[in-house]
């Protein structure tokens, strides 16, 4: 068993939170009585973590306070992203802890990365963004660099991820963005819209005179200009949001299920059968096919934060997370081991550090990984 800084570290976590395996108990013994270098290490971080009270703060830690520390070190230089439930929750909450001392950082700095196999997938060529227009033309749009498309109905540009147009079709398009992406698009009257990851959204590139109507299908932000001549629908295979000037997120990834997430102003989300729920700023509209609405507060980074390349869970179900995680990454993941499908995680994604996700399930959940072809098995 290697004696790297990182493993020090790692089993060191496991040793304050009680999660070491007796096997791994014997070893970090016998590396203390003969191995120098190792007694050091473990000496420095037993240090740290008595000056930090780190034993007094493992019993009070819980999974919720956990992600709160993992939110809290999201804009720091150092994250980790996933933090395992129970005892495996605190071991991932003291390494935040650890890690915001900065006494350790060197530590986590030389962390070995997982192999560059998991990038190199991640970086492999991805289904493009589309915008299938009415008439039945495909266009791929550019994610980065500045483009000029002149069409014979209208006039793309598309520049960082977003696109804007010009035209006076009325006709319904459909953007298209794929598992792995997100994309910005800006309507005629100005509203602005941000679609997450496997989202269509059906649109025209000119409203009629009276209403405001879009579909979509999968996850999308609105920031709805104001035009109190033409209320502004969005309707979903199972609901409609109608407002005037509003900013809100809208959920349909589970099936049976529409969340409507009100971020300001005020909207009315019904079902076709006629049941109506308005909503007031922080309220959360949850409506499932078999009971119907009910209402409940939504903490506002957690709902919006796949705007900026990151993903919130708690308690979340492994087998959800993993179906989440191939949403977000545009890569496949296959559970090896059905066992560990009820195993729930807290913590967050982050779209450009796939090695990070991956090496912080292996330390903090005991799960391995193996990327081949084109998905990733955990086991």
């Given at each position: ?6 493993k020090?570290f790692e ?6 939170s ?9 070893y970090v ?37 956990s992600?709160?520390q ?7 230089p ?7 439930m ?7 909450a ?9 006494a350790?950082?060197?530590l ?15 970086r492999q060529a991805?289904?493009?963004?589309k915008?299938?227009?009415?008439q039945g ?10 483009q ?10 598309t520049?960082q ?8 079709d ?12 997100t ?10 819209v ?15 005179q009276?209403?405001r ?5 999968g996850e999308?932000?609105?920031?709805v ?13 199972l ?20 969340k409507?997430?009100l971020v ?10 006629g ?5 007031s700023?922080?309220?959360?509209a949850?409506?499932?096919a ?15 934060s ?11 179900p492994?087998?959800a997370?993993l ?14 081991q059905e ?19 991956l090496?912080?399930?292996?330390t903090?959940?005991h799960?391995d990984?193996?990327?081949a ?7």
């Amino acid at each position: 068993m290697e004696t790297s800084q990182e493993k020090i570290f790692e089993l060191y976590i496991q040793h304050l939170s009680g999660t070491l395996s007796a096997e791994e108990e014997s070893y970090v013994q016998q590396q203390l009585q003969n191995d120098p270098a190792f007694y050091a290490e473990w000496q420095l971080l037993s240090k740290e973590a008595a000056n930090m009270h780190a034993g007094d703060y493992l019993q009070r830690i819980d999974s919720s306070a956990s992600l709160e520390q993992v939110k809290q070190q999201r804009e720091r230089p150092v994250t980790r992203p996933v933090i395992a439930m129970k005892r495996v929750a605190a071991a991932a909450a003291v390494a935040v802890l650890l890690i915001g001392s900065g006494a350790v950082f060197f530590l986590v700095n030389k962390r070995h990365q997982a192999p560059l196999t998991a990038n190199a997938l991640l970086r492999q060529a991805k289904e493009p963004v589309k915008l299938v227009l009415g008439q039945g033309q495909t266009v791929v749009l550019g994610d980065t660099t500045h483009q000029t498309i002149a069409l014979n109905n209208a006039t793309l540009n598309t520049s960082q991820g977003a696109l804007q147009y010009t035209s006076a079709d009325t006709m319904l398009n459909t953007l298209e963005v794929p598992v792995g992406e997100t994309y910005k698009l800006v309507l005629s009257d100005g509203t602005e819209v941000w679609l997450n990851a496997a989202t269509k959204l059906r649109f025209p590139f000119m409203f009629g005179q009276s209403t405001r109507e879009v579909y979509v299908e999968g996850e999308a932000y609105f920031s709805v200009a104001k035009d109190v001549r033409r209320p502004f629908i969005v309707r979903t295979a199972l609901t409609q949001v109608q407002v005037l000037g509003t900013a809100f997120n809208i959920n349909t990834y589970q099936a049976g299920m529409v969340k409507t997430s009100l971020v300001s102003g005020k909207v009315v989300t019904s079902a076709k059968g006629g049941a109506q729920q308005a909503l007031s700023p922080g309220i959360q509209a949850n409506y499932d096919a078999n009971a119907g609405f009910t209402t409940s507060h939504f903490d506002e980074e957690e709902v919006l934060s796949w705007r900026d390349g990151v993903y919130y869970y708690h308690h979340m179900p492994l087998v959800a997370l993993l179906s989440a995680a191939s949403r977000f990454y545009g890569v496949r993941f296959v559970l090896d081991q059905e066992k560990m499908a009820g195993k729930s995680v807290t913590g967050l994604m982050d779209r450009k550090r796939l090695d990070d996700f991956l090496s912080d399930l292996k330390t903090t959940a005991h799960i391995d990984y193996q990327v081949a072809g084109n998905e990733i098995t955990l086991r």
